[in-house]
């Protein structure tokens, strides 16, 4: 038997369903040109892809590529997004705790902070640490947090729009060009 269509179908749909979910991201970032340019890739691939099943249904190996296709293509382009690590996040980091020495290791790292005073249900005074952090550098800042303030809480959110003149990260960053490929 020729595996020669079925390995075309896989690699197509591993590549398809990896724009796919590449292209997601885009769009949820706010960047639907790229997003746009991606989607017309992604459905060239996917008329290829669907286009070979259609024409070879009583070929099950090519059925069982297009199916595989789509769950590697999933965690291929969730792999691919985890690399690229467009936009920011906002950390909230909560603690009864005085702050001051976490303030200082944070900042020396050169993530840019707020800190705010509040009072908690359980207890009389909490400092709540407010940080927008760039995406590729939320492994790194969990990483501290978890390793050398476990006591901490903490809460990560996606940023989808930023505006303003504030410094959040005073760390060389990666070639804004460049990065926002992943580069």
Do not use: C
Not at 22 to 45: F, P
Not at 98 to 109: G, H, T, Y
Not at 151 to 176: C, M, P, Q, W
């Amino acid at each position: 038997m020729d595996y020669t269509v079925p390995l075309i179908i896989l690699v197509a749909r591993i590549i398809e369903t990896s724009l796919d979910t590449i292209r997601t991201v885009y769009i949820s970032k706010g960047h639907s040109n790229l997003a746009a340019n991606i989607g017309v890739v992604k459905i060239g691939i996917w008329l290829l892809s669907t286009g070979l099943v259609l024409s070879n249904l009583n070929d099950y190996w090519s059925i069982f590529a297009y199916v595989a296709g789509y769950g590697i293509g999933t965690l291929l382009g969730t792999e691919i997004e985890k690399i690229i690590s467009i936009g920011s996040v906002i950390v909230r980091l909560i603690t009864r705790d005085d702050p001051a020495e976490l303030i200082e290791r944070l900042s020396k790292q050169g993530y840019g902070l707020t800190r705010l005073e509040g009072t908690g249900s359980f207890s009389d005074s909490v400092n709540v640490i407010l940080m927008i952090v760039p995406r590729s550098e939320q492994s790194v800042l969990v990483s501290i947090l978890s390793k050398e303030y476990p006591d901490v809480l903490y809460t990560v959110e996606d940023v989808r729009s930023l505006k303003g003149g504030a410094v959040i990260f005073h760390k060389d960053t990666k070639n804004r060009i460049l990065g926002f490929f992943g580069l």
